[in-house]
């Protein structure tokens, strides 16, 4: 598992917060309409071989095992069907977001899922798990939110979020193009992409925008069936095999 303010652009100029959220997690940002330079990327390269996913009992993944203050800075390093890629946190740049991260990453939290939202030339969402009753401990588990102190650039990572205050939890999403446009809104950038951009920008995102305004992936049904419904039905999704915190 990206609505700060659903904004209307132009017609619509003040609608780009509300899509990054998913159902109690945080949507996430609504895409811009598109244009020419957001024509759709080359074809992936081949992937690599098959990885045997990583898995965690739900005890495991409870909220309250998240209490960790993070590093000041520091690198998550993730691996994926597609390849890998690494995400440099600054401490500074989003406090709360930089420690949920932290912790996140540190107790497996990642490992297994999908990158259940990709649409080119705006982002890549992920963060919902894959087991629904790990989903179930953590749509509430939300952290206060952070002021946006950075741009929203390509390659830069944030957390969705809805329009409502404090409502961050555990769903991300990486920039593929400068969305300057989602700073009002307030996705506070906690860190950047420094090795994979590749990787990143070639996740699958055939299937579009997510269900109802399109015909991606539900984040509800995520929530509630998990990987079970993501492998039946949207089998060509890219998936997170491991991610690590690793020496800056």
Known sequence: MIDRASLALAARACCLAGTL??????SGPSAP?????????????????????????????????ATERA?????????????????????????N???????L??????????FFRAIAGFMVQFGIPG??????????????????????LRGYVAFAQ???PNSRTTQVFIDYRDNTQLDASNF?????????MDVVTTLYKGYGEGAPNGGGPSQDRIQSEGNAYLDAEFPKLDRIVTAQIVAP
């Open 21 to 26: 959220l998913a159902a109690s997690c945080g």
């Open 71 to 95: 590093p000041d800075l520091y690198r998550a390093r993730f691996t994926t069907s597609n390849g890998t890629f690494i995400i440099e946190v600054h401490r500074d740049w989003a406090p």
């Open 131 to 152: 087991d629904p009753q790990v989903a179930a401990k953590w749509r509430e588990a939300r952290i206060p939110d952070d002021p946006a102190k950075q741009s929203n």
């Open 97 to 103: 977001g930089a420690d949920r991260f932290y912790e």
């Open 162 to 164: 809805t329009s409502s």
């Open 105 to 114: 990453v540190k107790m497996g939290f990642f490992d297994d899922t999908r």
């Open 188 to 196: 506070a950038p906690f860190g950047r992409i420094v090795d994979g």
């Open 33 to 65: 309409p598109a244009t020419a330079a957001d024509a759709p990327l080359s074809a992936a390269p081949p992937s690599p071989p098959a990885l045997a996913p990583v898995h965690h009992a739900a005890t495991e993944l409870d909220p309250a095992l």
